[in-house]
C-alpha cells in the first residue's frame, strides 16, 4: 500500500465526474446523482503499478464516528455504496462496482 498525494487525489476527483457522465451518456449504471457522498481513498500496488480505490457512501452521521481510521463497509447498501478504481499512469477508471440490494426471497408456494 501507498499513500495518494493530494496532487493525485485532485487528479482523480476532477477527471471523475466527466467519466460518470461518459458512462451515463452511454446509457451504462451510474451512481445516483441525488446523493451526497463521502469518499475514502486507499492507495495499492498491482503488477507494479500504482492505482487509487475509491470508497463512496452516502453522508450520513453513523459513519462520522469511524470513518477516519476505518473502511466504511455496508453490505445489501444498494447503489449509493460504490467504489471504483483510478489507474495513476493511465489517468483512467476502471471496475465501477455498486454494493448489491436487499433481495427479499417470494413467499413459498402454497400447497
Request: charged share 25%; with cysteine; net charge positive.
Amino acid at each position: 500500500m501507498w499513500e495518494p498525494s493530494r496532487k493525485d487525489l485532485d487528479d482523480l476527483e476532477s477527471s471523475l465526474a466527466r467519466y460518470l457522465n461518459q458512462r451515463e451518456t452511454a446509457g451504462k449504471a451510474v451512481p445516483p446523482k441525488s446523493t451526497k457522498y463521502h469518499r475514502q481513498y486507499v492507495g495499492f500496488i498491482r503488477n507494479g503499478e500504482r492505482f487509487i480505490y475509491g470508497n463512496f457512501y452516502p453522508v450520513a452521521r453513523e459513519f462520522s464516528s469511524y470513518e477516519a481510521h476505518q473502511a466504511v463497509a455496508v453490505c445489501d447498501g444498494g447503489r449509493v455504496f460504490w467504489g471504483i478504481v483510478y489507474d495513476l499512469k493511465k489517468k483512467a477508471f476502471d471496475e465501477l462496482q455498486f454494493n448489491g440490494s436487499i433481495a427479499i426471497p417470494p413467499p413459498p408456494p402454497k400447497n
